[in-house]
């Protein structure tokens, strides 16, 4: 009698524990993986024009003002190259090139070309942010969006300095990690992301990769494309048209 | 129940056999108790670190939102599902040209057909946003020189095709204008039909 | 606040270091844990007799840091109050996220290894104290004051295999740290598989040095008789551990100087422009050169007890300093120059708020308040046991 009584006990306590582990541990992912997932297709792609870029920085004064990116911060910004017959290479982006750029003190002479690259988050299909995140706060979403929760992230940084291109900085006023969403609230209804939207000579291209009448679609047919550190095998989805081989 | 069931008990080990079983079972109990005297410690330690343990799972199945876990992939789609959500509902700020056309009509019409027909209300106006309690003056931006150098002041950077002028005193005097004071680019241009 | 200065182009998100001092003292304290841990299973594990001394000490001393390694990131962490993420939704293909198990895990083996190797002395105590003390006696017991030889023969057996499953985790707790950095191909400072084996390695050297100064200043200023042998000892691995670590930290510069990627201008620039004093001087120079020489001579050569005590000790500062400036060479060092690659940042730390000086300083002394309140429950050095010898 006494033994069973152990015996009960015993069970009903491995049960206990066991069914808790199995809830606890496994029950979050699978239950609702049915109803979200689809395979990751990075339905989307950014095509920057480098050769029509004309460094206005409407695109970044408009991301800004679209998601309250706090001063200091950058969520896209532009940068200006200027190579020298010398070779020797000179850039800069004056806040992000937000406020527009003004001539450089250069002699004409010298200089070979010169000309702007306009960088944002590169949602790329194999984020090294993303692999890096401890806890699950920066994720990719069905629609290929790299995007941060801000209210699981804990502000390790960790992201920031996996990111080989700086897209990423600590939010000031959230203490989270904060980047380019692609404007994923916009796309989400139906526009197309605030600094698309906003440039004059349509240096900036978003869309579906499937539409095959869209203009990003036709763009990836006819014009030979770049992307930015291809070696980090991140394979980022911002394209660039023009890219030089002094671009970073 | 358990007082019956040891009355029960001694009245059945009475007899002889039972007796010699209830010797066994006493040395066994014996062994048992020392060994469990020497584990007594490492028992009392494992009871410790279970209640730990179950503790932090139990707290962990408080905390964690309901929709996180893995969205298909774990290696790029470990999230709370909400948070995509919750991303997706914020609301738009810059709402694009074919929206100010309701309302300025003129302005829209004029602007289709020229050189800046390609440029929405809101590169220049900025935001929507700022229009929101209709306060004309946060939208209203100046025809000031810089506002349009900001794009056609002439950069080495830019494309060679794109229309850019030196400074506005050489402009205006290309024109062969004079330079009046107060004089800025609207003068001559309307900015929604500059050309 | 300081300025930045800056040269060059950065991308503008980089102008300011995210991993502050807080982050240079994390793998700092964390490497203490490892080394002090090393040391202690060289006794129990290793039956290294010369040690037993410190053996104990070397123990408590592992969990005092242990116990504040984590806190530098709870400091820095944008919001510390979400800390246990790391361990509700730990995401595996971060090398961050195994940190909060690790940790945990060598924390539960260093717990118990100190409960095993004390309980005779809780015991002793529950049993000759009286009052509330007896009450905490009988409460670190766990209630259970059984000291009979078949539960200490227990004990022992127990000890020795926790401290054989704690060398490894030692290794891992640290190696996994210089993972931490070394895994990250984003940064070309860091980014190398060298990276956890001189974490490594630089970790056992500091616990080892750090041990050897403790227990110089405590039997300095106790009753407590210096034990030679021990310390001659301690000398010795610290001379072999740091010969290990300086080729190791060697090999990797070497390597990228000499495959000088296209990364290392900027690096090499960041070097000699921003660390040339902390890393050439300190890590390189003076706190590699002078100990490696001197270490050699103490362990090999003849001399008076006094000589030889004395050079070891400058030695063993000497380590900590080198192993204090490679944290903040490779940490802050690898977030001076900007992804660019095109340009270099600065970074001063603060000497108040959150993540400042002072802030580190106090951190950094907590261990050695752990350790004395330790002493004050039960010993950290067994004096019956030393005047016996």
Known sequence: ?248 | ?195 | MHDIVTSGFLFPNDLHAHWSLMIVLYPYITGLVAGAFIVSSLYHVFGIKELKPVARFSLVAAFAFLMFACTPLLFHLGHPERALNIMFTPKFTSAMSGFGYIYNFYLLIVLLEIWFVYRPEIIRRARETQGPLKALYWCLALGSLNDDEASLGLDRKIISVLAAVGIPSACILHGYVGFLFGSLKSNPWWSSPLMPVIFLLSAIVSGISILIVCYWLVCRFSDLKLDTGCLTAMFKYLWGFFILDVSMEGLELLTHIYEAHEEWHIVSLMLSERLGFSFYTLQLGICSVIPLIALGFVVLKKMQDATRIRLGLICSVLILVQVLAMRWNVIVGGQLFSKSLRGLTSYTPTILGREGLLAALVLFMMPFVVMYVFNLILPLFNKEAESQQ
Request: glycine share 6%.
């Open chain 2, 1 to 195: 129940m358990i007082f019956d069931n040891a009355t029960r008990q001694t009245n059945q080990n009475n007899t002889p056999a039972a007796y010699t079983k209830r010797q066994t079972y006493r040395t066994r109990h014996e062994e048992e108790a020392s060994f469990m005297k020497a584990y007594d410690h490492i028992i009392r330690f494992a009871l410790l670190i279970t209640a730990v343990i179950a503790g932090f799972f139990i707290i962990r199945a408080r905390l964690v939102p309901e929709s996180f876990g893995v969205q298909g992939s774990y290696s790029y789609a470990f999230y709370r599902a909400d948070s995509a959500d919750e991303q997706a509902a914020l609301p738009a700020v810059h709402q694009g040209s074919a929206h100010c056309s309701a309302c300025h009509a003129p302005q829209a019409s004029l602007r289709q057909t020229n050189a800046h027909a390609g440029l929405e209300c809101e590169t220049c106006h900025g935001s929507f946003k700022a229009h929101n309690n209709n306060t004309k003056e946060r939208m209203a931006v100046s025809g000031s020189v810089d506002a349009c150098m900001l794009c056609h002041a002439a950069l080495t950077a830019r494309p060679a095709q794109f229309p850019q002028i030196d400074s506005f005193s050489a402009h205006v005097a290309q024109q062969n204008e004079t330079l009046l004071p107060g004089m800025t680019c609207v003068t001559c241009h309307d900015p929604h039909a500059p050309m």
């Open chain 1, 1 to 248: 009698m006494k033994h069973d009584r152990r015996e009960f006990i015993k069970k009903a306590g491995w049960t206990f524990i066991g069914s808790g582990l199995y809830i606890n541990l496994f029950s979050a992912g699978p239950a609702l993986a049915g109803s979200r997932s689809s395979a990751l297709k990075n339905l989307y792609a950014f095509i920057v024009n480098t050769e029509t870029c004309i460094g206005c920085g409407k695109c970044a004064a408009a991301c800004r003002a679209e998601n309250s990116v706090p001063d200091g911060n950058y969520r896209t910004w532009i940068e200006r190259y200027t190579i020298m017959h010398s070779g020797s290479v000179e850039v800069d982006s004056p806040h992000g090139g937000e406020k527009g750029f003004t001539p450089l003190s250069f002699n004409p002479a010298d200089i070979r070309k010169s000309f702007f690259v306009p960088k944002l988050c590169n949602h790329c299909k194999k984020p090294n942010c993303v692999q890096v995140c401890p806890v699950g706060a920066t994720y990719v979403s069905p629609e290929g969006f790299v995007l941060v929760d801000e209210k699981r992230c804990v502000g390790c940084s960790y992201c920031m300095q996996a990111c080989p291109y700086s897209a990423r900085f600590m939010n000031p006023v959230t203490h989270t990690a904060d980047k380019c969403t692609w404007c994923y609230h916009r796309i989400r209804q139906g526009k197309t992301t605030a600094c698309v939207q906003v440039c004059p000579v349509g240096a900036r291209l978003f869309g579906r990769v499937d539409d095959t009448d869209g203009p990003v679609a036709q763009l990836l047919k006819a014009k030979r494309l770049q992307v930015l550190k291809p070696e980090t095998g991140n394979e980022p989805m911002v394209l660039y048209v023009g890219l030089d081989k002094e671009v970073h």
